[in-house]
Nanobody, 122 residues
Framework: QVQLVESGGGLVQPGGSLRLSCAAS????????MGWYRQAPGKERELVAT???????NYTDSVKGRFTISRDDAKNTVYLQMNSLKPEDTAVYYC????????????????WGKGTLVTVSS
């Protein structure tokens, strides 16, 4: 019923920038939170950034000051602006939404995108 579509991944040189986008469609009564995770080959998936319905943001220490998460409520879209990219940022990035399907679904259900690959290399 809900689908998340990610875009914006690709190859970039160290020090460069990329902006990831993730748009949700389907039965959406409300969105309580949005976030980005990433997973590098051979490593565990880690949380990168989150943003709540009220606009509160949180970042993992390794990206703080370089990445910015934002949202466009009219488009049901979350963004991740990534600046000063480093080779260690190379990973598959996944967006996630906590979505309420109707007024009785107070806490919401987590939905995930398919992932988009970000490669930082010379």
């Amino acid at each position: 019923q809900v689908q998340l579509v990610e875009s914006g991944g690709g190859l970039v040189q160290p020090g460069g920038s990329l902006r990831l986008s993730c748009a949700a469609s389907g039965k959406i009564f409300g969105i309580n939170a949005m976030g980005w995770y990433r997973q590098a080959p051979g490593k565990e998936r880690e949380l990168v950034a989150t943003i709540t319905r009220g606009g509160n943001t949180n970042y993992t220490d390794s990206v703080k000051g370089r990445f910015t998460i934002s949202r466009d409520d009219a488009k049901n879209t979350v963004y991740l602006q990534m600046n000063s990219l480093k080779p260690e940022d190379t990973a598959v990035y996944y967006c996630t939404f906590k979505i309420r399907s109707d007024y009785l679904d107070y806490y919401g259900t987590d939905y995930w995108g398919k992932g988009t690959l970000v490669t930082v290399s010379s």
